[in-house]
């Protein structure tokens, strides 16, 4: 079901299950990094998160005893939140896409991430072109901010 409110003068969407999610991301266990979109205006924000269980396979080898979530990965729930704002920025005609991640500058780590956290991350679109896209993106537990990056894909066509 997609209804539509007016938030600020903008259109906000609903939120999207995992399944609507999965249309637009390649992805699939163990690797798809966010469970669901809280906020979405397409063209401007995404506001998503991941639900960081001990039952995540990384856990095993990252840190045993210590269990923290790879800050690579956290990078990856980002890159894979700014693929589905990319996808729901272009208009219907153009979705026969996928989003290839394909560069990031100024990530910086904050805190550390463990099991039981809830991943918040918020993504802006910068600039949206033809085969290109650029975004910023911040990662929050609780508030607190825990990642940041500017994040940058190609666009392609699915084959």
């Known amino acids: 079901m997609d209804t539509r409110g ?6 906000m969407e609903a939120v999207k299950q995992i399944r609507d999610i999965m249309k637009h991301l390649p992805h ?4 798809v990094m966010v469970d669901r979109v809280v906020e979405l205006d397409p063209g401007h924000r995404i506001v998503t998160l991941k639900n960081v269980t001990i039952n995540e396979p990384f856990f095993q080898g990252h840190f045993p005893g210590n269990p923290i979530m790879p800050g690579v990965l956290i990078l990856e729930a980002m890159a894979q939140s700014a693929g589905v704002l990319t996808f729901e920025s272009l208009p219907p005609e153009k979705r026969n896409i996928l989003v290839y991640f394909m560069g990031i500058d100024r990530a910086r780590f904050r805190r550390m991430v463990i099991p039981g956290d809830q ?6 679109l910068k600039k949206l072109k ?6 910023t993106g911040q990662a929050r537990v609780d508030g607190n901010l825990v990642a940041e990056a500017e994040l940058m894909a190609s666009i392609g066509e699915k084959q």
């Open 6 to 11: 007016q938030t600020g003068g903008m259109t």
């Open 28 to 31: 699939r266990y163990p690797f």
């Open 119 to 124: 991943l918040i991350m918020e993504i802006t």
């Open 130 to 135: 033809t085969k290109a896209v650029k975004a």
